[in-house]
């Protein structure tokens, strides 16, 4: 994997100045086949699948605690508003925590992302345009 090149696209994410489908694609280029957030603990993961991993820090300070439950109505708002609004990923940030969003898994190649609360529960969320497969 690309350590620096996947360094630069996670910054740019936290600074707001490369939209996510742009970030998917370096992420990509970089050998990255999913990444983790991880807000509890303030940081990414990011893994090639086979064993690599590089992270990275989200220094955002003044972010809300967790809230208990996951309110997928909430989540599903804030993640429109990102995809619609170009909404800066700390103001997602902040809503997805507020929404009860502990952490998600961005799985590059299914073109989803699954959001996890403090229960265990979850909420999947495909890429603009994916779809799952048929079965």
């Known amino acids: 994997m690309d350590t620096a090149a996947i360094t630069k696209a ?14 998917v694609g370096q992420l990509i280029a970089a050998g ?7 807000y509890v603990g303030r940081c990414k993961h990011f893994y090639d699948g086979v064993g690599g991993c590089v992270a990275t820090p989200i220094p955002y300070e003044g972010l809300p605690a967790v809230a208990p439950e996951l ?17 800066h990923y700390r ?6 925590m507020q929404a009860g969003v502990q952490g998600y898994f961005a799985f590059l190649r299914g073109k989803r ?4 609360g403090r229960t265990g529960d979850q909420h999947t969320e495909w890429f603009p345009g994916a779809r799952p497969k048929a079965v």
């Open 71 to 87: 309110d997928t109505d909430a989540l599903q708002s804030d993640i429109r508003d990102s995809q619609q609004n170009n909404q």
């Open 91 to 96: 103001d997602f940030t902040r809503r997805a």
């Open 32 to 38: 990255v086949e999913y990444y983790h957030v991880n």
């Open 113 to 116: 992302v699954t959001y996890f």
């Open 10 to 23: 996670a910054e740019a994410t936290l600074a707001g100045t490369m939209p996510f489908p742009q970030v």
